[in-house]
Each structure stands twice: as structure tokens, then as C-alpha cells.
């Protein structure tokens, strides 16, 4: 409990660091140029609410699929935002009293946390309070599984595998039918941390991770045996703060390279097979990256955006324009860069040129987590469970 509290401390501290008053920050001027439709809005219970909750929601074929931190877990059907069912995972069934309601009440709190997965036909998602659970496609409890430790990220699905991150670095792999425990990686901590954990990625028969010490590595995914861990950068400076080095942001692979950012530290793009170093680059961040062929996108520590040469390392463009603004991580939809703010903002960028294209005003509770897309339309949920489907031509 006294490393939580300090984690929790700590991460209040590097908030305030990067940021200065609401009062000193102005949003840029934006002549709108597109008018992204509102297909459908919906909720989700509470949403994460105040808490530093990466909880996201996820599209899998004509469903939506959302989680309030409480609790709540929802389907919505993609083109006309209808509820097709409600669990809640605070009642030992999710028992049929409890579907439809969306404020509701109870002693205990679930803690639904990091995100939503969709794979071999079921939902996965972790709780800070060490579960680990499966739903059926139709809103069925299928397994609840307890785990040592709490899991801060989305679970990682694929080659027969569900694989969770504990906050403490341990990866778990659980079989996706029976939550059967699988095998376990456990991964040195240092003591003080970023309160957040990076996502797995099962990729080639690999799970790539990242590390609260500033590394990132790859387990063989059959076994869980180590096939290699490298430094994306190493801790400097003289104070703890500036001496964070987490990996808190999902590696992104793109052919045979896989791309890192720490924070305080480097990006740096690596070998899928080996983890020899390609290049490395400056830039600081603990948000999650996206890409689109040949580029990568990355909002850094202080809410700058930058696209960068995933081949090379060479910036092609950057955006200053919400510095300081508290931003979400970039998500690529059709030919934009979208990003969102703390006030509920969200800005769109031609992901060609960074220049801004158009802002909306959404929720005023803001966004905590970057959209997420199926490539024809754009999702984003809000910090108190807003949920609204966006379409562009």
C-alpha cells in the first residue's frame, strides 16, 4: 500500500511538472476544414471518473464493447448505438436484476482497469483488485481469474494465449477457454514507478513487453522463456522524478522492427528478432504510439505531437500547438491524426502535413485515453463514460 501511495504521488508530480496553469493555456485558432458526424452517443456507468484509469473500450465486428471502472460492462450494436446487454461484474453473475442499469450502487467496486480486449470469440479485461476475466460474446460469465498483482493494461490475445501485466512486471499467460494458468514471467521492478503498465503485444509467436526499468523484451509465447530484453534507455539525473525510465507505452511492430518510447528517455526501434538497436532518437513519452505505413506518430511527455521516419528516425513534421494541453495518445483515422484533451476536446490533424483540420468540444470531463478506431469509424469514451461513435466520409 505505501508503494501504491508513493506511485500515486509520484505520478501527481510529473502531472503538475509538465504542466502550467489552465489559465496560461490558450488553445490555437482552428478554421475547420471537415465536419466529423456523430453516428451515435451513448454511456457507460462512471467512466474511470477521476482516476488515472487507461480503460478503453474496444470494436469487434458490429459491436462495441465498454467498462465503466466500477464495475459496468456493456454492448452496444455499431451502427444504431443500441444496448444489446449489461454485465456487472460486482455481482457473482452479472444476474439479469442488474441489466439496463447504468448508475447503480454497491458497497464494493470492481476496478476495472486498462482496457478492453476482444479475441477467440470472447471479451478479456484485468481489475486493479488481481482479476483477470472472460466474457462471452452474448454477456456470460465465462471464467474470473485471480491473479498477484494489479493489472493496469489491456490483456494481450493471441497464439492460444491471454497474457496480463501486474503492476508488480509480472506476465501471466492464461489459457483463453478456462483461465487456466499457463506460465508466469516475472520482471524486476524498481521502486519507484509511473503508476502504469505497458500493454503486451503477442507478435510471430513472441510477446513483446516493457518494463518499469526502462527496457523492452520479447518471451517466447509457447513457454514463456526469455529470448531477449534490451535498455530503451537508461536512468539519469539526480532526483528520482527525473530518474523514471518506464516503458509505459505499447510497443508498436511494423515488419521485422519493433518501436519503444521510455519516459525521460529515448525512441528507439530494434531488430523483432534479436533486439539489435537500429536507431534511437530523443523523445520522451508515456503515451500510446500509433502508425501508418512508413510513420510513426507519437504525442510526447508534454503534449507535443511529432511524425517520425520508422525507417530512418527522421522527424517529418511537429506539432507545438497543444503543448502543455494534457493529451491523449494520437490515433490514425483515414487521413487524420486524432488527439484528445483533459478539457474534452478533440483536435484532428492532417497526418500528412500537422497542421489542424478541425476541434471539436465533446465532454467536458475530458479524455483520459486516445480513441480507438476499426478503420471506418472513430470511438472515443470520456472520463465519466461518454460514449460517442464518429464517422468522417
Not at 80 to 93: C, E, H, I, V, Y
Not at 106 to 122: Q, V
Not at 219 to 238: C, D, F, H, M, N
Not at 340 to 367: C, I, K, Y
Request: with cysteine; proline share 3%; hydrophobic share 40%.
Amino acid at each position: 500500500m505505501k508503494l501504491q501511495l508513493k506511485q500515486a504521488l509520484l505520478l501527481v508530480a510529473v502531472v503538475l511538472a509538465g504542466c502550467s496553469s489552465k489559465d496560461d493555456l490558450v488553445l490555437p485558432p482552428v478554421q475547420n476544414s471537415i465536419t466529423p458526424k456523430v453516428v451515435w452517443d451513448s454511456s457507460i456507468g462512471s467512466g474511470v471518473e477521476h482516476y488515472e484509469s487507461k480503460l478503453t473500450p474496444v470494436i469487434a465486428g458490429d459491436t462495441v464493447y465498454a467498462a465503466s471502472r466500477e464495475g459496468l460492462v456493456a454492448a452496444f450494436d455499431l451502427s444504431s448505438g443500441k444496448r444489446k446487454w449489461q454485465f456487472d461484474l460486482r455481482k457473482p453473475t452479472g444476474g439479469s436484476f442488474w441489466q439496463d442499469i447504468s448508475d447503480v450502487w454497491s458497497g464494493d467496486n470492481a476496478r476495472i482497469s486498462g482496457g478492453l480486449s476482444f479475441g477467440f470469440g470472447r471479451l478479456y479485461f484485468g481489475t486493479e483488485n488481481g482479476d483477470v476475466v472472460s466474457l462471452s460474446a452474448d454477456g456470460e460469465l465465462v471464467w474470473r481469474k485471480e491473479v498477484t498483482g494489479e493489472v493496469l493494461a489491456k490483456p494481450a490475445v493471441g497464439e492460444g494465449l491471454v497474457v496480463v501485466a501486474t503492476g508488480a512486471g509480472t506476465l501471466i499467460a492464461l489459457h483463453p477457454d478456462t483461465g487456466e494458468q499457463r506460465w508466469e514471467f516475472e520482471n524486476e521492478q524498481p521502486a519507484l514507478t509511473l503508476r502504469g503498465t505497458a500493454q503486451p503485444v503477442i507478435q510471430a509467436g513472441g510477446v513483446l513487453y516493457g518494463s518499469g526499468s526502462g527496457h523492452i523484451g520479447i518471451l517466447i509465447a509457447e513457454r514463456g522463456y526469455q529470448a531477449w530484453e534490451e535498455a530503451v534507455t537508461s536512468p539519469k539525473g539526480s532526483t528520482d522524478l527525473s530518474r523514471l525510465v518506464d516503458v509505459d507505452a505499447t510497443p508498436i511492430v511494423i515488419g521485422s522492427a519493433v518501436f519503444s518510447i521510455a519516459y525521460n528517455g529515448e525512441l528507439v526501434a530494434q531488430e523483432l528478432r534479436t533486439g539489435r538497436q537500429l536507431w534511437k532518437r530523443e523523445y520522451s513519452s508515456f503515451n500510446n504510439m500509433s502508425s501508418a505505413g512508413d510513420t510513426l506518430y507519437l504525442v510526447d511527455s508534454v503534449g507535443r505531437i511529432y511524425a517520425i521516419d520508422s525507417r530512418s528516425g527522421t522527424e517529418k513534421w511537429s506539432q507545438f500547438g497543444l503543448n502543455k494541453h494534457s493529451l491523449t495518445g494520437a490515433t490514425v483515422y483515414k487521413e487524420y491524426l486524432v488527439v484528445g484533451d483533459n478539457q474534452g476536446n478533440l483536435h484532428w490533424l492532417n497526418r500528412e502535413s500537422g497542421d489542424f483540420v478541425a476541434r471539436q468540444s465533446m465532454d467536458g470531463s475530458g479524455f483520459y485515453t486516445e480513441a480507438v478506431t476499426d478503420g471506418s469509424h472513430l470511438l472515443v469514451q470520456s472520463r465519466n463514460g461518454e460514449l460517442v461513435l464518429l464517422q468522417t466520409p
